[in-house]
């Protein structure tokens, strides 16, 4: 079911309930949206309302269930719709919500799949974007013993195992190997908790709205009916009775592995908040949505770092080179004989590497010490700026719009001369962003050598707004230009 087209609904669906933590009525309205608007959920209980997207910037609590929220207005529980609009194929839609969550219905998916069946989708225009897997990415929380892959795959493939330690639930595994299964093989997967879990989650102000209608209840060791008693009281269930598959409900699994079908519900919900489909193959191990969102947001962070390196770099590149000398000049300002930086190999959110390769010919050699080149100190510190000024790619939209200032240069270190034949490799890590400052700590070597090191604050400072004002770019601040 890769679509190569957006898809939208052909009419709006609505469902109305409690939500499965607050316990507080909803209703919702999931209606068609036009080309590249994506799923956006609007808050209309508000005034004005307030529109939050479905992307995983807004994700701001993951206390069991996952929650979007924009200022103090939030979300709750949103995987389940989403896993439901991804699964079917809905490129584009509004969601509007009368309330604090999305409802949970029956605990599953299914309530919003048949939905979207009875209405249909209405094929758009646009080509729809997908995010590729282009090599693998690994999060790891070893202290829950979690393990999330992702691996190239031309397509999309899940699985999910989980082990709870439990007799009763075992280890599971359960996979979704192509779009067309999802909604009969993982849609109507239920929500479910341990018995032990459930007096620690009422005393923690969740699960207000949890019954044995929308959620399957795991009785993982033999409890007295006291307890039974005790716990079932607490949510209206007070002549609860246990049974011997180890499910406190007497409904029936739906599936012999339906907690491990509902973890993988809950990760493609997750997946969603990326903002577009993959093509790839996940392997996650003990997931859940603290670990969903964190590797999302390693995913996330790789996506934004490739749609900024397509932007500058336009030619194919060697395989260690993430911007040559020509993306360099579309980025910087600088020109001869002030641009100090030849290419540049490693770029993430949080460092950078570049390269500048010292020749004889280099200008100011003719007057820096004629019989004895050495390499000014400030310019090397002037070079490791340029480099840690392509770091401010990650901070604004377009970087040419922008001036990039010294603030400050601490703790500067020279440690060996550097002259003609060296390369200089710089490496920056970032300390701090706050307001337009950057805050980053630079160090200079040759030859696996350290000839430089110093901490450097920069601030950026739009181009519009010193045209024609004093003290800045005339040069009759006390700042430089990086």
Known sequence: ????????????????????????????????????????????????????????DYVVDLMRSTTLGMGEVRIHTVEHLLAALVGMGVSNARISVWGPEVPILDGSAKPFVEAIERVGLQPQKAEQQYYVIEEPVHYQDKQRGVDIAALPFDGFRAT?????????????????????????EVAPARTFCLL??????????????????????????????????????????????????????????????EPARHKLLDLIGDLALLGAPLKGQIIAMRPGHAANIAFLRTLHKLIQKKKIIQRFQRTPTSQNVVFDIHAIRRILPHRYPFLLVDKITHFS???????????????????????????????????????????????VENPQDYWVYFLAIDNARFKRPVIPGDQLVFKLDLLQ????????????????????????????????????????ASGHSNQSSV
């Not at 706050?434 to 400072?461: F, H, N, P, Q, W």
């Open 349 to 395: 959110q949080d460092s950078i590497v570049g390269i500048k390769n010292v020749t004889i010919n280099e200008p100011f050699f003719v007057g820096h010490f004629e019989d004895n080149p050495i390499m000014p100190g400030v310019l090397i510190l002037e070079a490791m700026a340029q480099v840690g000024g392509i770091l401010f790619l990650n901070i």
């Open 196 to 257: 032990y879990e459930l007096e620690e989650l009422y005393h923690r102000g969740l699960i207000k709205g949890g019954t044995l209608d929308n959620a399957i209840v795991i009785v993982d060791r033999h409890y007295t009916q006291e307890e039974l008693q005790r716990i079932g009281g607490l949510f209206g269930y007070p002549d609860v009775e246990m049974v011997p598959e180890g499910v406190l409900n007497n409904t029936p699994l739906r599936f012999e592995n």
């Open 160 to 184: 999910v195992m989980v082990d709870y330690n439990s007799q009763v639930l075992g280890m599971q595994l359960a996979t979704l190997v192509r779009w067309e299964d999802f909604p009969t």
């Open 1 to 56: 079911m890769a679509f190569q087209k957006q898809h939208t609904l052909k009419e709006a669906i609505s469902f109305e309930g409690v939500g499965l933590h607050t316990g507080e009525p909803s209703r919702v309205v999931v209606q068609p949206a036009p080309e590249n608007t994506g799923i956006v959920f609007v808050r209309e209980d508000f005034s004005p309302s307030v529109e939050i997207p479905a992307q995983v």
């Open 433 to 472: 962003i706050r307001r337009g400052i950057c805050k980053m700590a630079g160090k200079a070597y040759v030859e696996d050598k350290l000839v430089c090191e110093a901490e450097l604050t920069a601030s950026l400072v739009p181009k519009k707004t010193i045209h024609g004002e004093s003290g800045s």
